[in-house]
């Protein structure tokens, strides 16, 4: 499990210096933002977990929607569609947390690994 996690949080800060990087090099009018809808329980994140987490997700993490530490699935998919539509202001390069623009962690403002990264992707996908 320790090993999914790492992967998943890796994987949300790769996405955050590619989108700083996209914001730099996009022509202006186009914009790139990351959206991070909080947790959001039923979606199957713990579907290769053990059963006592699988449990836990599926009957009692869903109860944490209630609080401000998780989010529907459907109030996820609100805030997404603000965001595309414009509804939440977010220029662009921004992160935006649910239904506001905020400052994502302070490791993710690297643009010497934006550049690296965004290096690497290049080279991985040249035909």
């Known amino acids: 499990m320790a090993a999914g996690c790492t992967a998943y949080s ?18 202006a009018g186009i914009d790139a933002v990351t959206y991070n809808p909080a947790f959001v329980p039923g979606t199957g994140l713990a579907r290769n977990a053990g059963p006592l987490s699988r449990f836990a997700m599926r009957r009692i993490m869903p109860m944490l929607t209630l ?9 996820a ?5 603000d965001v595309v539509l414009g509804t939440t202001q977010a220029p662009t390069g921004s992160y935006v947390d649910r239904s506001r ?24 996908t040249a035909a």
Do not use: C, M, Q
């Not at 609080?67 to 109030?75: I, L, M, V, W």
């Not at 998919?77 to 569609?81: S, V």
């Open 10 to 27: 890796t994987s949300k800060l790769a996405t955050i210096y590619l989108v700083h990087e996209y914001a730099r090099r996009l022509p």
């Open 101 to 124: 623009a905020d400052r994502s962690s302070e490791e993710s403002y690297d643009p010497r690994r934006e550049d690296e990264l965004w290096e690497a992707a290049e080279r991985f």
């Open 67 to 75: 609080t401000p530490f998780a989010t529907s699935r459907n109030g």
């Open 77 to 81: 998919g609100r805030y997404l569609a």
